[in-house]
């Protein structure tokens, strides 16, 4: 069946410094969706990509869908103590299939 | 609108007893989803539904059952609790339309089984 991973597992960085999480699957993917799950949180919705190299920003965050439609990333510029957490990729294989999670990136960021 | 309400927030079960985690929408979502998720663990999708009536196994649906008599409600039923049923469980919605399968996130509620 259709897997979806992500790395690393765990990041640590200082404050200020970048970040990246890789998202693969093991499938074509209709479109890819990215949330954040603050600790003891529930997951929230960031964004969304649907087309083959797709790139979309948000302030600091910059999220990437790759040609093939099979991975994605997300970048984040000079990280702040608000950016802990875990973030989650997910997308399903067509419009109509479930979309299936990642196991998560969690992010720690020191002062 | 409230979104995705979920209760109770925390629970704590006897082995063998049973429960109801309750979840319910508003904004007239016709998928509803319920997902578990073990400490530092991702989430595993339990059962979904794609509209009143429709139920469908997920990936970890052994120990669950579930129920989709209306559109707002999609209650989770967890007969006989064993431990390793203690997790954060997760109720959420998502528009029906293609492309636009973006999932509202509940709470959760904590249950610990002992």
């Known amino acids: 069946g259709q897997q979806v991973m992500q790395i690393p597992q765990y990041q640590h960085v200082q404050e200020g410094e970048d970040f990246t999480t890789y998202c693969n699957s093991s499938?074509?993917?209709?479109?890819i969706q990215w949330y954040k799950q603050r600790p003891g949180g529930h997951p929230v919705f960031l964004i969304q990509l649907v087309k083959s190299g797709e790139v979309k920003k948000q302030k600091r965050l910059t999220f990437q869908f790759g040609e093939a439609k099979k991975n994605s990333s997300l970048h984040i510029t000079a990280t702040q103590t608000t950016d802990v957490g875990t973030y989650f990729c997910?997308?399903?294989?067509?419009?109509?299939?479930?979309?299936?999670f990642g196991p998560g990136t969690s992010l720690s960021v020191i002062p | 609108n409230a979104g995705v309400t979920q209760t109770p927030k925390f629970r704590i079960l006897k082995i063998g007893q049973s429960m109801t985690l309750q979840c319910a929408q508003d904004m007239n979502h016709n998928y509803m989803y319920w997902y578990r998720q073990d400490p530092g663990m991702g989430l595993k999708l339990i059962y979904y539904s794609v509209g009143a009536g429709i139920t469908d196994k997920g990936e970890v649906p052994n120990g669950y059952n579930v129920s989709r008599s209306t559109t707002e409600d999609f209650p989770l039923r967890l007969e006989l609790a064993a431990p390793s049923q203690t997790s954060v469980y997760f109720c959420a919605s998502s528009y029906s339309s293609r492309d636009r399968e973006t999932q509202y996130f509940g709470p959760g509620t904590r249950l610990l089984v002992l």
């Open positions: 997910a997308g399903p294989r067509t419009s109509y299939d479930k979309v299936i």
């Open positions: 499938t074509t993917l209709s479109n």
